[in-house]
């Protein structure tokens, strides 16, 4: 799968809008067992289908994987956008650092406050299987988004893209930014347990593998966490730890800012470069600079917003997570049907190749 560069460049700026717009409102957080986050108002154009705005407000529990990253709150003005099109109420909960055994709890009290549903990022998929399986017996609808409970655990679970491709894009971009495809690459991920990366990852090694690629040598994975100071630690520790260095992938939003600023600021851009999936803004110095020429993702409030439909479909019966179930989403996906695959999964669809032709049109 190739990332698209232009085509989808005017769904970009409305999410973007969107995305600012829902910023500084949405949901507050909550500890367990603490009261109920702030409702999104109601009002707003009907759901695509009819049938999720049919059955009536419903009250959606958000658990990303922490909250304070910025990609799961970019996720959320999605979420808020579909809530308000139905009159729902979200109840954003989360941990301060990605950890699964932190999400557990709040797994936990989702269940008891009897929430119609789910939306969880696994921090690790095994960790929080037996809980939100648990949830689903209760009769909560589960659903998973970005990165993956274990099967079983999740009535449906949106994809952000094929996980094939992006190990591809990661290889490919890495291949391009090294001198001739040659030359040591190495990998800062986020979590050592986050599913998401980790299929990324595997996918990336076994392109890699491939002919084209013989003249790279990955020489070492490491995990910042998805922390912005553990992220530059382990920037840090690359660029001395392997002087030959040629490209750094990160496959992670908080990662890959901060490897391009270790190597801005270590006056290596000429000589390492920063590749992987990030926001454009944060990114367009980077571009313009030189340390990081190419990159890529997909629309994230997209993402939440699909992710608040498929469990607002779920509550209603509209569907049930069965593979082979379709249903639409208006403005999403040219308004054809989303298919349900293998293991309950929707894939939102292709994301985005950012470079210097085009990294200024976008906002977020």
Do not use: H
Request: net charge neutral; proline share 5%.
């Amino acid at each position: 799968m190739k990332l698209r560069s232009a085509g989808r460049t005017i769904a970009l700026a409305t999410a973007t809008v969107m995305l600012f717009a829902a910023c500084t409102g949405g949901g507050a957080t909550q500890a367990p067992g603490g009261s109920t986050a702030a409702s999104t108002a109601p009002g707003g154009s009907t759901a695509a289908g009819g049938s999720a705005a049919a059955a009536g407000p419903i009250t959606v529990g958000y658990l990303p994987k922490d909250i304070v990253n910025q990609y799961f709150a970019a996720a959320k003005t999605g979420i808020d956008k579909g809530a308000a099109e139905t009159g729902s109420k979200i109840i954003q909960v989360g941990p301060n650092e990605p950890k699964a055994d932190l999400q557990v709890p709040f797994i936990k009290d989702l269940t008891t406050q009897k929430v119609n549903a789910i939306i969880i990022s696994a921090d690790g998929k095994d960790e929080v299987a037996p809980d939100l399986k648990a949830a689903m017996a209760a009769g909560i609808k589960v659903v998973g988004f970005d990165s993956s409970p274990a099967v079983g655990a999740y009535n449906v679970f949106v994809n952000q893209v094929d996980f094939s491709g992006v190990g591809v894009n990661l290889a490919d971009w890495a291949c391009e930014l090294a001198p001739n495809c040659t030359g040591d690459i190495a990998i800062l991920s986020a979590a050592a347990t986050a599913t998401n990366q980790n299929a990324w990852i595997d996918l990336m090694k076994t392109t890699l593998a491939g002919d084209k690629y013989k003249g790279l040598k990955l020489v070492d994975t490491v995990y910042g966490d998805d922390k912005p100071d553990v992220s530059t630690t382990q920037a840090q520790g690359l660029l001395t730890k392997y002087p030959n260095l040629k490209v750094i992938v990160a496959p992670t939003t908080v990662g890959i800012l901060a490897a391009a600023q270790v190597v801005s600021q270590a006056g290596k851009a000429a000589s390492v470069k920063v590749t992987g999936l990030g926001f454009p803004n944060d990114m367009k110095k980077f571009v313009k600079d030189g340390t990081s020429p190419v990159f890529g993702l997909w629309s994230v409030p997209d993402l939440g917003y699909l992710s608040y439909q498929v469990a607002a479909k779920l509550v209603s019966g509209e569907i049930t997570g069965k593979e082979g179930e379709t249903f639409t989403v208006k403005g999403l996906n040219k308004d054809q049907p989303y298919t349900i695959g293998k293991d309950s999964i929707v894939i939102l669809g292709p994301a985005f190749r950012f470079d210097s032709t085009n990294v200024d049109q976008f906002n977020f």
